[in-house]
C-alpha cells in the first residue's frame, strides 16, 4: 500500500515537473531573451559623408554592421572573399536602406597577395576611409594554413587583418577623425602567444588555435592604440556576444549546439550592436586602446594587458608579412 502511495506521488512529482518547468520557462522566456540580447547601441549619430570598410560583411555580424552603418548613410565597403554572396548581401542592404552606397570588393585573408590587391584598388578609387572594421573570421578550422604558410586562425584573424590595417592606415590618417575596430571575442581569456610555434606546426588544437588569434586581436589592439595616439585614429577591439552565424560551420558538435540551444544566442543584429556601438558612439570619439562588450568596457585578460607581449607580436607580425611598421 505504502509502495503504491510513493510510486503514485513520484508520478505525481514528474508529471509537475514537465508540465511545471516548460510552463515557468515560457513564462521567463521574454526575460532570458532581453537577457541574451545584452547590450544596445543607443547612440542615434548619422554618417552621412562617412566611409567604412567592413571584412568578411556578406554574413553574419559583419553583414548586420553593414546594415546598420548603411542606414545611418555612410558608404559602405563589403570587403569579403566570395564576392558573389557579397552582391547578394549589398543588394539586400540597398534595397532595405535605400542607401546606395553600399559596395563590394574582392578581399580574401588568407592570401597577402588578395589583401594587397584590395588596398591597391581600394586606395585608388576611394579617397576616404573613416571607420575600419576588422569583423572577418575563422573558428574551429581543421589544421590548415593560409596561401602564405601561416596557420589558419592566425593567418586570417590576425595576420591578414594586421596587413590590411598596415595597408590602409594612411587612408584613416588622412581621414581622420578615424577609428578600426578588431572584432575579437571573450575566448581570448583561453589564448596565450606562442612564440615558440606560432604555425601551431609541433601542438594543434583548433580551438585553442582560435583563443590564440582572438587575444593576438586584444594585443594588436593594444600596441597599435598605442602607436597612434595623437594622430585621431583610434582602435578598439570587442566582443560581439555569443551569436547565432556561421562561425561554427567547421564543427558538426558546435553546429548542433548553436541550433539546438538557438534561443540562447544573440541574433547576428544583436551580437552587430557593440561593432556599431565602438563605430559610432560620440562618448567614444578619443577612447582608444579598449576592450568592450555588450556597449561597454569588459575585462581582458592578463596577456592581454601585456605591452611587452603586444610589441613583441607586433615585431614579430612585421617579419612574418614582410613589412616595416613602426
Ligand atoms: N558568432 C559568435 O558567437 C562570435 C563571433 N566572434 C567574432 O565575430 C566575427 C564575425 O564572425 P561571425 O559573423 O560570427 O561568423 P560568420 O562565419 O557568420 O562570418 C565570418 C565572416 O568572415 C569571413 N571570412 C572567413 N574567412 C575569410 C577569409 N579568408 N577572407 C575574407 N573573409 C573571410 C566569412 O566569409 P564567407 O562567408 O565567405 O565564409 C564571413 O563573411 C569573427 O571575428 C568572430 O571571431 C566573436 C565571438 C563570438
Ligand atoms: C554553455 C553552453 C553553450 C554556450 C556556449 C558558448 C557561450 C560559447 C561561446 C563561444 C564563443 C565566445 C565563440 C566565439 O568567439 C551552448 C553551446 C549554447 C549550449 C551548451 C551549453
Known amino acids: 500500500m505504502a509502495m503504491a502511495a510513493a510510486g503514485l506521488s513520484c508520478w505525481g ?17 521574454p526575460r532570458i531573451r532581453r537577457f541574451v540580447a545584452g547590450g544596445r547601441c543607443e547612440s542615434a549619430a548619422r554618417l552621412e559623408g562617412k566611409a567604412a570598410v567592413i571584412t568578411g560583411a556578406n554574413t553574419g555580424i559583419g553583414k548586420e554592421t553593414a546594415r546598420e552603418l548603411a542606414r545611418r548613410g555612410a558608404r559602405v565597403i563589403i570587403a569579403c572573399r ?5 552582391e547578394a548581401a549589398a ?16 578581399l580574401d585573408l588568407a592570401d597577402t597577395k588578395s589583401i594587397r590587391e584590395f588596398a591597391d584598388s581600394f586606395l585608388a578609387e576611394e579617397k576616404e576611409l573613416h571607420i575600419l572594421i576588422n569583423n572577418a573570421g575563422v573558428m574551429l578550422c581543421p589544421y590548415s594554413k593560409t596561401a602564405d604558410g601561416f596557420e ?17 592606415l594612411e587612408r584613416l590618417k588622412q581621414s581622420a577623425p578615424a577609428r578600426i575596430i578588431n572584432v575579437s571575442s571573450l575566448g581570448h581569456h583561453g589564448g596565450r602567444i606562442r612564440f615558440h610555434d606560432l604555425n601551431g606546426e609541433k601542438s594543434y588544437n583548433r580551438g585553442l588555435a582560435y583563443c590564440h588569434s582572438k587575444l593576438a586581436n586584444v594585443l594588436f589592439t593594444r600596441e597599435l592604440a598605442r602607436q597612434l595616439q595623437g594622430t585621431k585614429v583610434t582602435a578598439n577591439a570587442l566582443h560581439p556576444g555569443s551569436v547565432r552565424t556561421e562561425l561554427v560551420r567547421h564543427s558538426v558538435l558546435m553546429t548542433w549546439l548553436w541550433r539546438i540551444f538557438s534561443f540562447f544566442l544573440k541574433t547576428p543584429w544583436e551580437g552587430a550592436q557593440t561593432s556599431v556601438y565602438c563605430a559610432v558612439a560620440e562618448e567614444l570619439e578619443s577612447v582608444t ?3 568592450f562588450s555588450d556597449c561597454q568596457p569588459a575585462y581582458v585578460s592578463s596577456w592581454g594587458r601585456d605591452d611587452e607581449t603586444a610589441k613583441k607580436l607586433w615585431n614579430v607580425s612585421c617579419e612574418l608579412l614582410g613589412i616595416q611598421w613602426d
Not at 82 to 86: H, I, P, S, V
Not at 152 to 168: D, E, P, Q, R, W
Open 82 to 86: 566570395d564576392t558573389a554572396k557579397g
Open 13 to 29: 512529482a514528474a508529471l509537475g515537473a514537465a508540465v511545471g518547468v516548460p510552463l515557468l520557462l515560457l513564462a521567463a522566456a
Open 152 to 168: 589558419m586562425h592566425l593567418g586570417v584573424n590576425h595576420l591578414g587583418h594586421f596587413l590590411l590595417t598596415f595597408l590602409l
Open 91 to 106: 543588394a539586400e542592404i540597398r534595397a532595405e536602406t535605400g542607401n546606395p552606397q553600399v559596395v563590394v570588393k574582392k
Open 289 to 291: 586602446g579598449q576592450y
